[in-house]
């Protein structure tokens, strides 16, 4: 069935470091791809997204693009900041019971900004 | 904007306990579902609507119940609570198919649940 592996973290940075979280899927058909960011003690929030291959998401400097022949959307940002530490989930919209509309979510990944 | 709304935020409860994790959206969304979230197992669908009186299992239905009697609300219920469900909870909701926004789904902020 449709999954999304995500790196595992944490991933501890520097402020003003360049981040990579990468995210790989497996899916059947040609599903949208999800960022989604979580705060501490907070709910998740949709960062960004991708509904077609070769579209690039970008939202608050964060960017992935929808890379079909790698099957990845990776998650990039040019200059963390400390405010940006967060776990981050990679998400795709995938078929289950004959219905779309539902997101299987990689485990997550924890990212730490040291100012 | 009050979008999803889940209640309550914070609960804990004795194991064989029942209770109702309520959840209400505002955007005339067609599509409800409840995850539960797990340290190193992201988010896992335990059941979901496509419909007021439409409900379905996800990946992880056992040990809860669920209704929609209306568009607005998708409470869960469990039935006899576990140490097991120890877990946050987050309701969503979205469009159907074929909405030009059908594929972006809102999040409730989570109800965090411990079961002893």
């Known amino acids: 069935g449709d999954s999304v592996t995500q790196m595992e973290g944490p991933v501890t940075l520097s402020e003003e470091a360049f981040l990579t979280i990468n995210c790989t899927y497996t899916a059947t058909g040609y599903p949208s791809l999800f960022w989604y960011v979580q705060y501490p003690g907070e709910g998740l929030q949709l960062l960004l997204k991708?509904?077609?291959?070769?579209d690039k998401g970008s939202n608050k400097g964060f960017e992935a693009t929808y890379r079909k022949e790698t099957t990845s959307f990776h998650l990039e940002k040019g200059s963390v900041q400390v405010s940006d530490s967060a776990v981050y989930f990679c998400a795709l919209s995938g078929r289950y019971g004959g219905a779309t509309n539902k997101l299987i979510f990689g485990t997550g990944t924890l990212l730490a900004v040291q100012p | 904007n009050a979008g999803v709304t889940q209640t309550p935020k914070f609960q804990v409860l004795k194991t064989g306990q029942s209770m109702t994790l309520q959840c209400a959206q505002d955007m005339n969304h067609e599509y409800m579902s409840w995850y539960r979230q797990d340290p190193g197992m992201g988010l896992r669908l335990i059941h979901y609507?496509?419909?007021?009186?439409?409900?379905d299992q996800g990946e992880v239905p056992n040990g809860y119940n669920v209704s929609r009697s209306t568009t607005e609300d998708f409470p869960l219920r469990l039935l006899s609570a576990a140490p097991s469900q120890t877990s946050v909870y987050f309701c969503a909701s979205s469009y159907g198919e074929g909405r030009s926004s059908g594929n972006t789904i809102y999040f409730g902020e989570g109800s965090w649940l411990t079961v002893v």
């Open positions: 991708a509904t077609k291959a070769d």
């Open positions: 609507s496509v419909g007021a009186g439409i409900t």
